[in-house]
């Protein structure tokens, strides 16, 4: 089996993750590596369900427990059905969030103990781990202020502005504790991750995950 490379990228809302996706998925694909780029919630078609279902505003109120297995269901069948095959095959695997951003979200941020996101990692996420997570960095205020000029995008005035999701819906003090959460997985973690300032130039943020990936992770792939 010819191992692939799984690469995650976190952060807050607003933080440009998606972008950086994008533009590495570009590089990468240019030197003639088959990528799949792919997202949590979702991935699959059960987990693109669930996505719908954990960021509608109109869902119901539920704990933190619940949405935890509702985030860990759908990592279970997106692990299954896209992420372990295109590893298997030796691609290269880009995921826009993966299993930090349950243990921020609902565990750092929230009300969820932190030994059940362990366990709830190592019965579904096991040893299928990323071998890179770039940590997008960003002030609360400045990544809530991209977000919402994102939703505007493209649409008429008539339409009228388009609803915050249920997480980027919540209160400024919950955002200013996904930054830290999101730091202190960094910090808990160095050889895994990388902290990039999120409020650079996408062209500089992508030439300093280009640089860590060629020099540091994935050399001999490159």
């Known amino acids: 089996m010819n191992q692939g490379h799984f690469i995650t990228f976190e952060g807050g809302e607003g933080a440009g993750k998606s972008t950086q996706v994008k533009l590495l998925a570009e590089r990468l694909q240019a030197l003639g590596h088959t990528v799949v780029v792919t997202r949590e919630p979702g991935g699959s078609p059960f987990a693109e369900k669930l996505r719908e279902l954990l960021l509608d505003p109109a869902t119901p109120p539920h704990d933190a427990l619940a949405e935890a297995l509702i985030f860990y269901a759908a990592r279970a069948d997106h692990l299954n059905k896209t992420i372990r095959p295109a590893l298997f095959a030796g691609n290269w695997v880009l995921c826009d969030r993966f299993a930090d951003s349950t243990r921020v979200y609902q565990s750092m941020a929230s009300t969820l103990p932190t030994d059940v996101c362990d366990k709830l990692d190592d019965i579904v996420v096991g040893e299928t781990q990323p071998g890179l997570t770039v940590v997008m960095d960003i002030i609360a205020e400045e990544g809530l202020a991209r977000?919402?000029?994102?939703?505007?995008?493209?649409?008429?005035?008539?339409?009228?502005?388009?609803?915050?999701?249920?997480?980027?819906?919540?209160?400024?003090?919950?955002?200013?504790?996904?930054?830290?959460?999101?730091?202190?997985?960094?910090?808990?973690?160095?050889?895994?991750?990388?902290?990039?300032?999120?409020?650079?130039?996408?062209?500089?943020?992508?030439?300093?995950?280009?640089?860590?990936?060629?020099?540091?992770?994935?050399?001999?792939?490159?």
């Open 147 to 222: 977000a919402h000029a994102r939703r505007l995008e493209g649409v008429a005035p008539v339409d009228g502005e388009p609803e915050a999701d249920r997480y980027e819906a919540r209160d400024l003090t919950y955002h200013r504790a996904l930054r830290e959460g999101f730091l202190q997985v960094a910090k808990m973690n160095p050889d895994r991750c990388f902290v990039v300032d999120a409020s650079d130039e996408a062209e500089v943020i992508a030439e300093k995950v280009w640089s860590k990936i060629a020099t540091q992770v994935l050399r001999e792939a490159l």
